[in-house]
T-cell receptor
Framework: DAKTTQPPSMDCAEGRAANLPCNHS???????VYWYRQIHSQGPQYIIH???NNETNEMASLIITEDRKSSTLILPHATLRDTAVYYC??????????????FGKGTKLSVKP | GAGVSQSPRYKVAKRGQDVALRCDPI?????LFWYQQALGQGPEFLTY????????KSGLPSDRFFAERPEGSVSTLKIQRTQQEDSAVYLC??????????????FGPGTRLTVL
């Protein structure tokens, strides 16, 4: 699986958009970009994933550059409850044991009032 | 609906003790994963089950770690002769079926193990 690079921490004002970057310059053509987050003392939670098109769901939007070497997770209106560590993961979405997730250190997002 | 549950939530063990950590995945989920998360780090893969078959145990750090899922539902991670370096949060995750593009993994809250 390709390696990802994320800033260790970011701050965001409550109600503003939080834009979390991720670099994955060695991503392969069949690897997806996944985002998970982990709120303090909880297990990780799936947010969104995509291959090359931008994706949006009820939680967030995922913007992937045309060359797929980087992506941005957007939380459109951050709330205090969005304070968490956000993990960007790239992997082939196959099943079996290769389906295990390889987490880095992620970005600690602090949403401030 | 019920998510992934783990018990106990907290466990304190004396060095050398054996511990057993339980995971109840979402009903019907075929895939089950165990991860270990050290303080300040991201989770690291330990082992994977597809139904009752343990298909990958490459992440288990030593032969003191053993996992089972005898009936393809509940899983137990056992650590024998615990050492201080085993102190971590142990996370369990399940997913519905292997091979799906989404393959979303649902995580439990974890068991925080402290070895004194």
């Amino acid at each position: 699986d390709a390696k990802t690079t994320q800033p260790p921490s970011m701050d965001c004002a409550e109600g503003r958009a939080a834009n979390l970057p991720c670099n994955h310059s060695t991503i392969s053509g069949n690897e997806y970009v996944y985002w998970y987050r982990q709120i303090h003392s909880q297990g990780p939670q799936y947010i969104i994933h995509g291959l090359k098109n931008n994706e949006t769901n009820e939680m967030a939007s995922l913007i992937i550059t045309e060359d797929r070497k980087s992506s941005t997770l957007i939380l459109p209106h951050a709330t205090l409850r969005d304070t968490a560590v956000y993990y960007c993961i790239v992997r082939v979405p196959i099943g079996g044991s290769q389906g295990n997730l390889i987490f880095g250190k992620g970005t600690k997002l602090s949403v401030k009032p | 609906g019920a998510g992934v549950s783990q018990s106990p939530r907290y466990k304190v063990a004396k060095r050398g003790q054996d511990v057993a950590l339980r995971c109840d995945p979402i009903s019907g989920h075929v895939s089950l994963f165990w991860y270990q998360q050290a303080l300040g780090q991201g989770p690291e893969f330990l082992t994977y089950f597809q139904n009752e078959a343990q298909l990958d145990k490459s992440g288990l750090p030593s032969d003191r770690f053993f996992a089972e899922r005898p009936e393809g539902s509940v899983s137990t991670l056992k650590i024998q002769r615990t050492q201080q370096e085993d102190s971590a949060v142990y996370l369990c995750a399940s997913s519905a079926r292997p091979g799906l593009a989404s393959n979303e993994q649902f995580f439990g809250p974890g068991t925080r193990l402290t070895v004194l």
